[in-house]
T-cell receptor
Framework: DAKTTQPTSMDCAEGRAANLPCNHS???????VYWYRQIHSQGPQYIIH???NNETNEMASLIITEDRKSSTLILPHATLRDTAVYYC????????????????FGQGTILTVHP | GAGVSQTPSNKVTEKGKYVELRCDPI?????LYWYRQSLGQGPEFLIY????????DSGLPNDRFFAVRPEGSVSTLKIQRTERGDSAVYLC???????????FGPGTRLLVL
């Protein structure tokens, strides 16, 4: 699986947008970009994923560059409860329910949302 | 609906002892994963089941670690002759259907004294 690079930590003011970058310059054509987060003492939580188009759901937006070598996770209105470690992961994904197995987590970005 | 559950939530054992950690996946999920997370690190893959069989066990650190999923639902991670370095949070995740998103349990915190 391709390696990802994320900043170690970031701060954000409550109510503002949090923009978390991720570099994945060695991403392969069949690899998706996944974002998970882990709030203290909990298991990781899925946020969003994408292949090459920008994606949006109720939690966040994912912007992937045209060359797919980097992406940005956007939390549009950060709250204190969004304080967590955010992991950017690239992994292949099959169609029709085929699972490709493991996620390779890096160190992630510690996002601190302050009042 | 119910998420992934793991028992026990905490386990303290002595070096050399045998432990079993249990994972109950989301009902109907065919894929089940075990990860290990040391303090300050991201989760590290251990083993992946598709149904009853281990499809990828490349992350198991040595032969003291073994996992089973005999009926394709509940899974047990077994650690023999525990060592202090086995202390970590052991996470289980499941996925299934067309979603393939991995849903994680809260983890079991293992402390080997």
């Amino acid at each position: 699986d391709a390696k990802t690079t994320q900043p170690t930590s970031m701060d954000c003011a409550e109510g503002r947008a949090a923009n978390l970058p991720c570099n994945h310059s060695t991403i392969s054509g069949n690899e998706y970009v996944y974002w998970y987060r882990q709030i203290h003492s909990q298991g990781p939580q899925y946020i969003i994923h994408g292949l090459k188009n920008n994606e949006t759901n109720e939690m966040a937006s994912l912007i992937i560059t045209e060359d797919r070598k980097s992406s940005t996770l956007i939390l549009p209105h950060a709250t204190l409860r969004d304080t967590a470690v955010y992991y950017c992961i690239v992994s292949p994904r099959g169609a029709g329910g085929t699972s490709y197995g493991k996620l390779t987590f890096g160190q992630g970005t510690i996002l601190t949302v302050h009042p | 609906g119910a998420g992934v559950s793991q028992t026990p939530s905490n386990k303290v054992t002595e070096k050399g002892k045998y432990v079993e950690l249990r994972c109950d996946p989301i009902s109907g999920h065919t894929a089940l994963y075990w990860y290990r997370q040391s303090l300050g690190q991201g989760p590290e893959f251990l083993i992946y089941f598709q149904g009853t069989g281990a499809a990828d066990d490349s992350g198991l650190p040595n032969d003291r670690f073994f996992a089973v999923r005999p009926e394709g639902s509940v899974s047990t991670l077994k650690i023999q002759r525990t060592e202090r370095g086995d202390s970590a949070v052991y996470l289980c995740a499941s996925s299934g259907g067309t979603a393939e998103t991995q849903y994680f349990g809260p983890g079991t915190r293992l402390l080997v004294l």
